[in-house]
């Protein structure tokens, strides 16, 4: 006779000849249980129709079952407030949670907000992923907060020696170097960098110092003229590259920290009349959707974002089931587009 009412973990212990106790571990993941008894039980819960009570459990276990993406704005020409590479970032751990068995919620943040307090207290999610926070310096006092007061938190962003938390980042010094040497090797000379290379934003830094790296170990002097600061926008890229221009510098290539700016300062050398890459050549730093699409294609350095996603979400779970977690950098690879191809 078939069982009527919803089927209960004890009826597929009974139906897998295991014990209830088993069933448990099995359907939340525990290494405990061999792979065969995992699918034994996996078989009868699916013949039984049965489906996990998300609310129960998580009163058991105290957890959400829910990780939590915060998202820090960011000054864009469509104003979407969302710089493009994260978009891509955003897809990529949106798939690792599913993966893992977790909801993601998104929440769209000012830094000027007390965030680091709110998710705190609320225990809205297990953990929190934390991507573009802009001003490294001005970030770090409530990023330390957030730390001190026991909150599971990874960030995507620079890998530092005294940093308070764990954070994903790519070999931005590696890449750095990667375009310097491309455009040497394309002729190149005088290499300007757009892109504020100070503390504050540690990632244009180190991608400003494997520049500045290779330059010298060329034999070729770092000259501060041609280096502007600027923010990760079209807007701030066609602005240094206008400011380069005014400063009357000799410059045959841009290196931009960043797509955004390299788009940017492609706009300002059109606009100028100067051709790419016959005047100038061209190079940007993400590898966002666009850069591929831009005329003329831009050569930039890629960033894994599938990869990622998932050293962020695996890296935070490792903190809520207070396992070891280590900041750790990602491999870049550079791709060379139109935009810097002089053929020599």
Not at 89 to 96: N, Q, Y
Not at 149 to 162: E, F, K, N
Not at 185 to 209: M, N, T, V, W
Not at 296 to 315: H, I, K, M, S
Request: proline share 3%; with cysteine; glycine share 8%.
């Amino acid at each position: 006779m078939q069982k009527k009412g919803k089927a209960t973990s004890f009826d597929i212990a009974h139906l897998a000849g295991v014990s209830q106790s088993t069933v448990s571990r099995a359907l939340r993941g525990s290494p405990l249980v061999s792979e065969e008894t995992r699918l034994r039980i996996q078989e009868a819960a699916d013949q039984l129709k049965y489906k996990v009570d998300k609310n129960a459990s998580n009163l058991r276990t105290r957890h959400s079952g829910t990780l939590a993406l915060l998202l820090f704005e960011d000054p864009t020409a469509d104003d979407s407030h969302i710089n493009p590479f994260f978009l891509s970032m955003l897809g990529s751990i949106t798939r690792a949670c599913a993966q893992r068995g977790y909801d993601l919620l998104v929440s769209f943040q000012q830094l000027s907000h007390d965030w680091h307090a709110d998710y705190a207290d609320t225990r809205k999610a297990d953990g929190i992923l934390l991507l573009g926070y802009g001003d490294y310096l001005a970030y770090r006092d409530k990023l330390e907060k957030l730390v001190a007061q026991g909150t599971h938190c990874v960030r995507w962003g620079a890998v530092l020696p005294d940093q308070p938390d764990v954070s994903i980042g790519c070999d931005n010094f590696r890449g750095g170097q990667d375009v310097t040497t491309h455009l040497l090797a394309q002729g190149c000379k005088r290499i300007a960098f757009l892109g504020d290379a100070s503390s504050h934003y540690p990632e244009f830094f180190d991608r400003y110092r494997g520049y500045a790296d290779v330059l010298e170990k060329s034999g070729l002097s770092v000259d501060p003229a041609l280096q502007v600061n600027g923010e990760s926008t079209e807007q701030s890229g066609y602005t240094a590259l206008e400011t380069l221009l005014a400063r009357g510098a000799r410059f045959d290539a841009v290196f931009a920290a960043s797509d955004l700016i390299a788009i940017g300062a492609m706009r300002a050398l059109a606009d100028q009349g100067l051709s790419i890459p016959g005047d100038v050549a061209v190079a940007g730093f993400d590898d966002i959707p666009m850069a591929s699409f831009v005329n003329p294609q831009l050569t930039t350095v890629r960033q894994d974002t599938r990869e990622a996603g998932e050293a962020l979400v695996d890296n935070l779970l490792r903190l809520i089931r207070d396992e070891p977690a280590e900041s750790a950098m990602l491999p870049v690879r550079l791709v060379v587009r139109k935009s810097s191809l002089r053929g020599r």
